[in-house]
């Protein structure tokens, strides 16, 4: 049988044969820390004693707050400092810009490679076909000490698309309409793989676009069969790059085709990134901003795009306009290039080049109430600050601005739309704390009193939300728990050390953050039992020695307050009201063993 583009990636770096399901420690050619997650990785390296396995493969990436505007990034930025000058890695600094974006445009990994990031795009590297993935902290530091890390080897999907776009329409749209139809959850764990003659004819920033889209629908990656383009830039920077590709006889778990050949403009609504609409559903809603930029629409093409609309024509008045290029290099063309001034005349901000709003950065954020066109990735609420957010490519972003309000670049107006009333203020407040409860043993069978969260998709922005991603101390992270999530906010408050958490499917969906996990044992949280698991989320629990089991126990009528009995080797779980017993998955023999040894990081 053979194999699919990702069995070959991961069997390549793991010196056998793999299959779907199978474990493996993977090799990996480039290992990156960002800021906010590399001041983590610092503290797990310098506390377990470990080293670094190659500082020629080894990099920090100050891409999520540049400027170090916030004292706690500026802190974390400088401990990274410290520590690659002691050790010789090197640190792409504040003026370079997103770091997998320059593991690409620098030939750091090649078509074929793996690369781990706490950037939980990472797997935009599929973009090219090699191997990208997002992870927590502990497992940098263990791909930094060790050169791999363990990973499970993904099913594989096709994906067909059917048809040419026509005009108008752009890789934003193609990926939307990817949304659209797996929805939050469609790609849970998958690898997918992209054909057809729309995908042959997509070049390196496009397809940057689209994959940079798999983690909001669950997908460990898309991935791009490289074709000329992408093997002609690794040619430009001296290096020998060979197209990978699947065997004709791979087996794959379904085939899903979509038609783009009648793709419109398409948007996000703000909330959810799969609630995908056509923009003519909401065209005219008024807008208070606009942001182009982040890890999906930062490339130079897209830079272009948004200039070829705002020429001549200037930003709506109070709307405020927001343009950070992906690298530094990227950046010196627009200015080369006439673009930086182009962006000035309409009233557009251009900032330095890195994740900006996405990732909490120096510009890109928006207030309570603030309507905002982004060409991000992520609208979740309080991901790109207070307000809401659309998620739409740069020429959409670009009209809208213009006219200040949501439309298509055929259709801006003669006139803006203008404000006709204020925003009401926004109120604030402050959470919970608590003491962190000590370690105890590692028992298999644990009882606790439940916390019965029936909500899908619950993202870790909801959980541990990226205003508190500079806090590094596990004590302080317990009392913001759920802090963002409707309903929950006073979780951390009622909470006691031994609850179990039950929820439903894709539980910690989104971003790569450590916290998320953190904070439940910052609680004294025993185990979380959910449908589903956001599969970095899963891994970050897995790694930090919190148990995580799938399973539903939603539909089991369990509530609030009630006492259960969950066996962790054989997924018995007892009902002490009733006496019912139930099932859920047990722990794996990797997720077992490093629980029992206290975390990924302790071998003894």
């Not at 583009?5 to 290992?31: F, Q």
């Not at 949501?406 to 003669?414: F, G, H, K, M, R």
């Not at 009630?562 to 006496?579: C, D, P, Q, S």
Request: charged share 20%.
């Amino acid at each position: 049988m053979g194999q699919t583009i990702i069995e070959k990636i991961l069997s390549g770096h793991s010196g056998r044969t793999l299959k779907p399901g199978e474990i493996a420690e993977v090799r990996i050619d480039a290992r990156m820390a960002r800021d906010f997650g590399g001041a983590n990785v610092v503290k797990n390296l310098r506390e377990s004693r470990l080293g670094v396995h190659d500082v020629k493969k080894t990099f920090f990436t100050f891409d999520c707050n540049p400027g170090g505007s916030d004292q706690k990034y500026a802190a974390n930025q400088q401990i990274c400092r410290v520590f690659a000058r002691e050790q010789a890695i090197t640190v792409y600094d504040i003026d370079a810009g997103i770091g997998t974006h320059i593991a690409i445009d620098e030939g750091l990994v090649l078509p074929g490679g793996t690369l781990v990031s706490t950037d939980s795009h990472a797997n935009v590297l599929g973009a090219i076909g090699a191997f990208g993935q997002g992870m927590g902290d502990r497992d940098i530091a263990a791909a930094w000490a060790y050169g791999q890390v363990w990973f499970k080897v993904p099913k594989s999907i096709r994906v067909i698309l059917k048809g040419i776009p026509p005009l108008g329409t752009t890789a934003k749209d193609i990926g939307l309409a990817f949304l659209r139809k797996f929805g939050a959850a469609g790609l849970l764990g998958l690898s997918a793989e992209l054909y057809g003659e729309a995908v042959d004819s997509l070049g390196l920033s496009e397809r940057i676009t689209v994959a940079s889209l798999a983690t909001e629908m669950g997908g460990i990656i898309l991935l791009f069969p490289p074709n000329e383009p992408v093997l002609k830039h690794f040619d430009r920077l001296g290096k020998k790059a060979k197209a990978v590709s699947a065997d004709a006889d791979a087996s794959y778990e379904k085939t899903v085709e979509i038609d783009v050949s009648g793709l419109v403009p398409l948007i996000s609504r703000p909330g959810h990134p799969e609630d995908v609409v056509p923009v003519s559903d909401v065209a005219g809603a008024k807008i208070d901003s606009a942001f182009i930029g982040s890890c999906t629409n930062g490339r130079y093409e897209d830079m272009r795009a948004a200039a070829e609309i705002l020429k001549g024509r200037k930003v709506a008045p109070g709307v405020v306009l927001k343009i950070v290029p992906a690298t530094r290099a990227i950046w010196q063309r627009c200015l080369s290039d006439g673009l930086l001034d182009v962006f000035a005349r309409a009233g557009g901000l251009v900032g330095n080049p890195g994740c900006a709003g996405c990732a909490e950065g120096q510009i890109g954020q928006n207030g309570p109430g603030e309507v905002t066109v982004s060409t991000g990735n992520r609208n979740f609420p309080g991901k790109q600050g207070k307000g809401n957010v659309y998620l739409a490519s740069p020429e959409t972003a670009a009209a809208s601005a213009v006219a200040g309000c949501i439309t298509v670049a055929s259709d801006i107006p003669d006139k803006p739309v203008l404000f006709a009333a204020a925003h009401p203020k926004a109120v604030s407040r402050e959470g919970g704390g608590r003491k962190v409860p000590r370690e105890g043993g590692r028992p298999t069978v644990i009882t606790g009193r439940v916390w019965v969260i029936d909500k899908d998709n619950i993202d870790t922005d909801m959980i541990f939300h990226n205003r508190y991603l500079a806090i590094t101390d596990i004590a302080q992270m317990g009392r913001y728990t759920f802090d963002n999530l409707a309903g929950w906010e006073d979780f951390a408050r009622k909470a006691s050390p031994g609850d179990i958490v039950i929820t439903a499917g894709n539980f910690g969906a989104g971003s790569s953050r450590q916290q998320a996990v953190d904070c439940f044992k910052s609680l004294g949280i025993q185990a979380i039992v959910a449908r589903s698991f956001g599969a970095i989320y899963e891994r970050n629990a897995i790694n930090a020695a919190l148990p995580v089991l799938a399973g539903d126990l939603i539909t089991s009528g369990l509530e609030d307050g009630e006492n259960i009995t969950l066996n962790l080797a054989t997924g018995e779980v007892k009902r002490h009201r009733t006496g019912e017993v139930f099932r859920v998955e047990p722990l794996s023999e990797t997720q077992m063993a490093i629980y029992q040894r206290g975390g990924l990081l302790n071998r003894a």
